[in-house]
């Protein structure tokens, strides 16, 4: 369990700095919001609920998409709300390195910085971290695989590729060390063999999380290494998010798997078409990060900044920026398959049944 720490001073410093003089009227103070796109579910809903959470909350809202991943885009859009008189900064990165400059403008200005879902590196004006924890999305997923396959009882060998997110988001690091973690040692032992020998994460980064190239992957060692239904054995897919895990299994259902025999696919995200594919029985698992959660704490947080008291903080050792370690909540992922969909999904509210109906 970690610790839960209340980080008192740096929210009193930092709401000095910024609203010294000012009004402590929530009401009359604006945040900016940056997302980085808007052509996956996730991001949509991410800034839909933080701009209802924040409003809710009496706060005036500039919620900013930057195109599909653009990075001057989303620069551009960051220098607008620092210069459009934005008192906090809420910004999910793009690439968590290309932010630096322009973040400067915001530390000039006293604007504090919470990093959205991934951290932006090398600048120092972030004051805080608010994600899910990543490296136990990771273990959930390498966790998932080895219990799927039975790696600790069954002989194997077994087969299995992996596909991760790109390098530019720090996120990927963690899903990979952590799915790795588990599964590294089974690798080495030879219960587990990767035939692409692609096991590096620049060997298995997707670009952008892109679905295509995922799949264009996918079809590449597919054909490389002659797997299918009746040829080569191919036994688990491990897929950092649901994006990519799309791409993997549109490659698999293209060469005869079918949901009888498709190998065990991981995911993030719960996204539509991945609990739609669960529901077929093409998809095995995903992990599902409740948007409603971190936006509710990042409201929060962003309302403590503002008004002075104790900014609520779990972890103080984990995401080091470059510039030092950036205090941080970690909200809790959880493992989502057929068995648990319903209770997860449809009765917390996340989704309506006719959301998934296939
Ligand atoms: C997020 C994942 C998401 C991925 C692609 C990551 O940084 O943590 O939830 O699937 O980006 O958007």
């Given at each position: 369990m970690m610790k839960r720490i209340v980080s008192a001073a740096a929210g009193l410093l930092l709401s000095a700095s910024v609203?010294?003089?000012?009004?402590?009227?929530?009401?009359?103070i604006k945040v900016g919001v940056s997302m980085?796109?808007?052509?996956?579910q996730r991001w949509n809903q991410d800034g839909s609920n933080m701009k209802a959470e924040l409003e809710k909350a009496g706060y005036q809202v500039d919620l900013q998409y930057a195109g599909d991943n653009d990075i001057p885009t989303q620069v551009s859009q960051i220098e607008n709300m620092i210069m459009g008189n934005c008192k906090v900064l809420v910004v999910a990165a793009?690439?968590?390195?290309?932010?630096t400059e322009a973040l400067k403008g915001a530390k000039d200005r006293g604007i504090p910085v919470i990093a959205y879902d991934r951290l932006i590196m090398n600048?120092?004006?972030?004051s805080y971290y608010a994600t899910f924890d990543n490296y136990r999305v990771g273990l959930t997923q390498g966790s998932y695989i080895r219990d799927a396959l039975q790696l600790d009882t069954e002989p194997g060998p077994f087969y299995m590729e992996i596909f991760t997110g790109p390098t530019?988001?720090?996120n990927t690091n963690f899903f990979y060390g952590g799915a790795m973690d588990i599964l590294r040692p089974y690798i080495d032992s030879g219960k587990v063999i990767v035939r692409s020998g692609q096991t590096t994460l620049a060997q298995c980064s997707t670009l952008n999380w892109s679905t295509e190239e995922a799949q264009k992957r996918m079809e590449n060692i597919i054909s490389a290494n002659q797997y299918g239904p009746s040829s080569n054995q191919l036994d688990a897919v491990l897929c950092s998010n649901d994006s990519v895990a799309n791409g993997v299994t549109n490659a698999l259902l293209a060469v005869g798997y079918t949901e009888e025999n498709i190998p065990v696919i991981t995911g993030q995200d719960c996204d539509k078409p991945s609990v739609k594919n669960m529901i077929r029985g093409y998809q095995a698992m995903s992990v599902f990060k409740d948007t409603r959660t971190l936006a509710a704490k990042v409201v929060e947080m962003v309302d403590a900044i503002v008004k002075g008291t104790p900014v609520d903080i779990n972890?103080?050792?984990?995401?080091?920026?470059?510039?030092g370690i950036i205090p941080s909540f970690l909200c809790d992922p959880v493992a989502v398959t057929i068995d648990n969909y319903k209770e997860m999904l449809i009765d917390s509210g996340y989704y309506t049944e006719a959301d998934v109906a296939l």
């Amino acid at each position: 369990m970690m610790k839960r720490i209340v980080s008192a001073a740096a929210g009193l410093l930092l709401s000095a700095s910024v609203f010294a003089g000012g009004s402590q009227d929530s009401g009359a103070i604006k945040v900016g919001v940056s997302m980085p796109t808007q052509s996956l579910q996730r991001w949509n809903q991410d800034g839909s609920n933080m701009k209802a959470e924040l409003e809710k909350a009496g706060y005036q809202v500039d919620l900013q998409y930057a195109g599909d991943n653009d990075i001057p885009t989303q620069v551009s859009q960051i220098e607008n709300m620092i210069m459009g008189n934005c008192k906090v900064l809420v910004v999910a990165a793009i690439d968590g390195s290309a932010l630096t400059e322009a973040l400067k403008g915001a530390k000039d200005r006293g604007i504090p910085v919470i990093a959205y879902d991934r951290l932006i590196m090398n600048s120092d004006a972030v004051s805080y971290y608010a994600t899910f924890d990543n490296y136990r999305v990771g273990l959930t997923q390498g966790s998932y695989i080895r219990d799927a396959l039975q790696l600790d009882t069954e002989p194997g060998p077994f087969y299995m590729e992996i596909f991760t997110g790109p390098t530019d988001d720090n996120n990927t690091n963690f899903f990979y060390g952590g799915a790795m973690d588990i599964l590294r040692p089974y690798i080495d032992s030879g219960k587990v063999i990767v035939r692409s020998g692609q096991t590096t994460l620049a060997q298995c980064s997707t670009l952008n999380w892109s679905t295509e190239e995922a799949q264009k992957r996918m079809e590449n060692i597919i054909s490389a290494n002659q797997y299918g239904p009746s040829s080569n054995q191919l036994d688990a897919v491990l897929c950092s998010n649901d994006s990519v895990a799309n791409g993997v299994t549109n490659a698999l259902l293209a060469v005869g798997y079918t949901e009888e025999n498709i190998p065990v696919i991981t995911g993030q995200d719960c996204d539509k078409p991945s609990v739609k594919n669960m529901i077929r029985g093409y998809q095995a698992m995903s992990v599902f990060k409740d948007t409603r959660t971190l936006a509710a704490k990042v409201v929060e947080m962003v309302d403590a900044i503002v008004k002075g008291t104790p900014v609520d903080i779990n972890d103080r050792e984990t995401y080091d920026n470059g510039t030092g370690i950036i205090p941080s909540f970690l909200c809790d992922p959880v493992a989502v398959t057929i068995d648990n969909y319903k209770e997860m999904l449809i009765d917390s509210g996340y989704y309506t049944e006719a959301d998934v109906a296939l």
